[in-house]
């Protein structure tokens, strides 16, 4: 079956920089719009980024705009998230996810229909 799996998430300090990875078994990312989602001990999943994979084009939260870059490397059936600069409210699970490449709202978790396990990012001193 179709599964998506990160890695990469560890404990750094502030002003580190960490590259998560999310890699699908199962199907090719050839055609699909991934997303970067976290999630927070008592907050709501948000979205991180995105990068529609057929085009390379990528969506960005505010937050995270000059510090993260989300990229694919297609051959490998694998999505990046190269996080610099980070700061504490950074911390939380990081989620990659898989919907269609169509249509809008890249940045809303509900709109993806395949997701990953999560791997923990805590930025702390």
């Known amino acids: 079956q179709a599964q998506l799996v990160e890695s990469g998430g560890d404990l750094v300090q502030p002003g580190g920089s960490l590259r998560l990875s999310c890699v699908a078994s199962?199907?090719?990312?050839?055609?699909?719009?991934i997303g970067w989602f976290r999630q927070a001990p008592g907050k709501e999943r948000e979205g991180v980024s995105c990068?529609?994979?057929?085009?390379?084009?990528?969506y960005y939260a505010e937050s995270v705009k000059g510090r993260f870059t989300t990229s694919r490397d297609n051959a490998k059936n694998t999505v990046y998230l190269e996080m610099n600069s980070l700061k504490p409210e950074d911390t939380g699970v990081y989620y990659c996810?898989?919907?269609?490449?169509?249509?809008?709202?890249?940045?809303?978790?509900?709109?993806?229909?395949?997701w990953g396990q999560g791997t923990q990012v805590t930025v702390s001193s």
């Open positions: 199962g199907f090719s990312l050839g055609y699909f719009a």
């Open positions: 996810a898989a919907r269609m490449p169509h249509g809008t709202d890249y940045l809303k978790p509900e709109t993806y229909t395949r």
């Open positions: 990068i529609l994979t057929n085009t390379g084009r990528t």
